[in-house]
C-alpha cells in the first residue's frame, strides 16, 4: 500500500506565503507524477498545480505566478510554495501521486489534507 501525508498547512495573512509539502511512503515502484488539489465545502476538488518525473508542471490559471511545485522523486517528496496568498486560497489541500506500483499497475492515491486559511 502507498501513504501519502502531507504537512506545512495554518493561517496565514493575506499578502503572506505558505509551503506545503508531501511525503509518499510505500510499495512504490516509480512515481509518474505528483501534484496538489484543493476543495472548499459543497464544491469539487480541483486541480492547483502538478509536476511529472521529468520535472515538467502545470498549473491552474489562479495559480499560475503565485505559486511554485517543485520535487525530488529520489525522496518520494513533493512541495508547493504559495505566495501572494488571498482570502479565496484558502481550502483543504490535497497531495496527490500517480504511482505505478511493483506489480506494474498505475493508481492514483490521494493524502488526507491539510488545511489552508488566509484572513487577518
Known amino acids: 500500500q502507498v501513504q501519502l501525508v502531507e504537512s506545512g498547512g495554518g493561517l496565514v495573512q493575506p499578502g503572506g506565503s505558505l509551503s506545503l509539502s508531501c511525503a509518499a511512503s510505500g510499495s512504490i515502484f516509480s512515481i509518474n507524477s505528483m501534484g496538489w488539489y484543493r476543495q472548499t465545502p459543497g464544491n469539487e476538488r480541483d486541480l492547483v498545480a502538478t509536476i511529472d518525473s521529468g520535472g515538467s508542471t502545470h498549473y491552474a490559471d489562479s495559480a499560475m505566478g503565485r505559486f511554485t511545485i517543485s520535487r525530488d522523486f529520489d525522496k518520494k517528496t513533493v512541495a508547493l510554495q504559495m505566495n501572494s496568498l488571498k482570502a479565496e486560497d484558502s481550502a483543504m489541500y490535497y497531495c496527490?501521486?500517480?504511482?505505478?506500483?511493483?506489480?506494474?499497475?498505475?493508481?492514483?492515491?490521494w493524502g488526507q489534507g491539510t488545511q489552508v486559511t488566509v484572513s487577518q
Open positions: 496527490s501521486a500517480l504511482i505505478t506500483t511493483y506489480t506494474k499497475n498505475v493508481r492514483h492515491y
